[in-house]
């Protein structure tokens, strides 16, 4: 008798056991329903707002958002066009994914920010209030890594790394906390990198590693800063991810990726989506008693 025949016999069998015993039978006759979600978790009805978000991660938490229920999202980029496009992507997402959601009650828009100037964040933020009364939850996603050794590192580069990575990251989320303090609170995420807690080799990348560690630490000290506000602070700090930019890269070199997979415990790079659950947790209620903390998504990495 066949694998298939068998199981077909044994389900069967199950089945009149159910009968003659006076059970239901409709756990054989259906499939399970979807699991739920606690409802904490739920985006529906925030307002989110994502930096760097055209693409790579500040994109994939964009989709994170609209995936848990948000249909009120800016998306902040370096130009307008490639801001514009990703919201019109997410739009198209939106209804697609909220189809029992009214789709002109989907609301995404695409604004040019650029992070490393505190008028242009001012800006963003004006547009934000301006188009949606209020703001919840903000994810300082924009960053850049660049490979240079110590002795060779430019330094219109350095300054530009930390004028975007760090200073960036501060003028989010001040801005995020003065607009959020007068409706009662929010979340605030700052982006930072498992860079922040290691070391990363082969790679040459010091003033990166300093540029998070510095975000790392930024969050803690706001978090506290702001603790009786009702702002929340808290840092995702992701792994090897591998994001369109990353695989391009790696295309050329694969001893690199295979030198980041052996270094990671679980043996692979991680995907961007991997990150949604944490990035949700965080800007969701279902956090709502943490603030000043670091989640690393990095497949164990920092343990070794």
Not at 134 to 159: H, L, T
Not at 229 to 238: D, E, K
Not at 245 to 255: P, S, V, Y
Request: aromatic residues 6%; contains cysteine.
């Amino acid at each position: 008798m066949s694998m298939a025949a068998r199981l077909a016999t044994r389900q069967s069998g199950l089945l009149r056991s159910a009968i003659r015993r006076g059970g239901s039978t409709s756990r054989f006759l259906s499939t399970a329903p979807p699991p739920k979600t606690l409802p904490s978790f739920s985006m529906q009805g925030k307002v989110c707002m994502v930096t760097g978000a055209a693409r790579g991660l500040g994109l994939e938490f964009c989709r994170a958002f609209v995936s848990s229920g948000c249909t009120s999202l800016a998306v902040l980029d370096l130009t307008e066009k490639e801001a514009s496009a990703a919201a019109a992507e997410l739009t198209a997402f939106a209804q697609e994914t909220n189809s029992d959601v009214d789709p002109e009650t989907v609301k995404i828009i695409g604004l040019q920010c650029d992070v490393s100037s505190e008028q242009s964040v001012q800006k963003a933020y004006a547009d934000i209030m301006s188009t949606y009364g209020r703001i919840d939850s903000v994810v300082a996603s924009a960053g850049i890594v660049e490979n240079y050794s110590a002795f060779d590192y430019p330094y219109d580069r350095i300054k530009r790394l930390y004028d975007i990575n760090v200073h960036g990251a501060f003028f989010t989320a001040r801005e995020a906390a003065r607009n959020m303090i007068p409706q009662g609170g929010g979340s605030i995420v700052l982006v930072a990198s498992m860079s922040a807690n290691i070391v990363n080799i082969p790679q040459p990348q010091t003033p990166y590693n300093a540029s998070k560690a510095a975000v790392k630490h930024m969050a803690s000290s706001l978090a506290v800063e702001w603790a009786k506000t009702g702002v929340r602070v808290n840092v995702l700090s992701p792994g090897y991810m591998l994001t369109k930019l990353t695989r391009d890269i790696l295309a050329h070199n694969t001893e690199l990726q295979k030198t980041w997979e052996s270094l990671t415990p679980m043996g692979k790079m991680g995907n961007p989506e991997d990150l949604s659950g944490a990035i949700v947790f965080l800007s969701s209620d279902a956090s709502k008693f943490m603030t000043g903390s670091e989640i690393r998504v990095d497949g164990g990495y920092c343990c070794i």
